[in-house]
């Protein structure tokens, strides 16, 4: 069954580092997502790309943010320079045309300190 | 009003026993709604999406009314495999912006 791939696992930072997440959606998904889960928290939006454009983001998606499709295969996050509050759990998804249902990768854990 | 709002529980249940969640929404330009359950430090699976006519799928039944904006689930015999936080999730369109519930906690107990 195909699925949703990130690397990688767990990501340790300093504070002010860049970092790059990295996924690798569903081959023949079109829409492309990332969300952030702080412990504990709640799953919450921040970015939607389709067409190799940014669709949607949210109030959390700062100047901070990027994202990329830099090939047919790879979707990444970057955060420039991290904070201790972009510590958290980082979920890339994707859904195909005609299906609004997304799946969601097992995650990068980010650790800033 | 938060934009999706749901019991955070925990519920803690029997084996067997049948268990109820459900979900507000406060946006009526919301067009999809799914039910997706999330294990401990893990990502969220969708578990199915919600129709307005209702849909079932073996234990777990789903309903939408759009009228009073709730969306329901139903797990019926509910088994220790179901232990999990229950998430609802509201979308307004395609490739926009998803909404998630914080999740309803269950807890199967043997």
């Known amino acids: 069954e195909p699925e949703v791939t990130q690397t990688p696992s767990h990501q340790v930072t300093q504070m002010g580092q860049e970092v790059i997440l990295r996924c690798v959606p569903i081959?023949?998904?079109?829409?492309f997502y990332w969300y952030r889960q702080i412990l504990g928290q709640k799953v919450e939006f921040l970015v939607s790309?389709?067409?190799?454009?940014?669709?949607?983001k949210s109030e959390i998606f700062d100047d901070q943010f990027s994202v990329e499709r830099p090939d047919g295969s790879n979707f990444t996050l970057k955060i420039r320079s991290t904070k201790l509050e972009d510590s958290a759990m980082y979920f890339c998804?994707?859904?195909?045309?005609?299906?609004?249902?997304?799946?969601f990768g097992p995650g990068t854990r980010l650790t800033v300190t | 009003r938060k934009e999706v709002e749901q019991d955070p529980g925990p519920f803690n249940v029997p084996e067997g026993a049948t268990v109820a969640f459900n979900c507000t929404y406060s946006?009526?330009?919301?067009?999809?709604f799914f039910w997706y359950r999330q294990d401990c430090r893990k990502e969220p699976k969708l578990l199915m999406s919600v129709y307005s006519s209702g849909n079932e799928d073996g234990r777990f039944t789903a309903q939408l009314n759009r009228a009073s904006q709730y969306i329901s689930l139903l797990i019926r015999d509910s088994k220790l495999s179901d232990s999990a936080t229950y998430l609802c999730?509201?979308?307004?369109?395609?490739?926009?912006?998803?909404?998630f519930g914080s999740g309803t906690r269950l807890s199967i107990r043997p």
């Open positions: 946006n009526s330009a919301s067009q999809s």
């Open positions: 790309f389709y067409n190799n454009e940014i669709s949607e």
């Open positions: 081959s023949n998904h079109l829409y």
């Open positions: 998804a994707s859904n195909g045309v005609g299906s609004y249902e997304q799946y």
């Open positions: 999730v509201v979308m307004y369109s395609s490739a926009s912006k998803i909404i």
